[in-house]
């Protein structure tokens, strides 16, 4: 059973930068596909980054509202994904989780908690 615990959420003035942090215990996710997802007030759960496995190695994938300020990196020694967010926007404000999968499935059966991304204009 993957376990999966986000960190570095925070409030930030527009055009600020902020470094997101998912820990991974129960699995290696070397193996696993993985992404960030967010959820703002009022709106439905998006997706945000992508990232692959060892099925699909060097792939990553970014929303187009995110393209060019956000970086998606998983770091396979540490057990870690990462999401640097870059020049951002009071429309990024909302929680933000990380999820993983095996490669070979769609859904993503694993999920953090959340943290909290608030951006003011």
């Known amino acids: 059973q993957v376990q999966l615990v986000e960190s570095g959420g925070g409030s930030v003035q527009a055009g600020g930068s902020l470094r997101l942090s998912c820990a991974a215990s129960?699995?290696?996710?070397?193996?696993?596909?993985m992404g960030w997802f967010r959820q703002g007030p009022g709106r439905e759960r998006e997706t945000v980054a992508t990232?692959?496995?060892?099925?699909?190695?060097?792939?990553?994938g970014y929303a187009d509202s995110v393209k060019g300020r956000f970086t998606i990196t998983k770091d396979n020694v540490n057990n870690m994904l990462y999401l640097q967010m870059n020049s951002l926007k009071a429309e990024d404000t909302a929680m933000y989780y990380c999820?993983?999968?095996?490669?070979?499935?769609?859904?993503?059966?694993?999920w953090g908690q959340g943290t909290q991304v608030t951006v003011s204009s």
């Open positions: 129960g699995g290696t996710i070397s193996r696993l596909c």
């Open positions: 999820a993983a999968r095996r490669c070979t499935v769609v859904e993503y059966p694993y």
């Open positions: 990232i692959g496995g060892f099925t699909t190695p060097g792939y990553t």
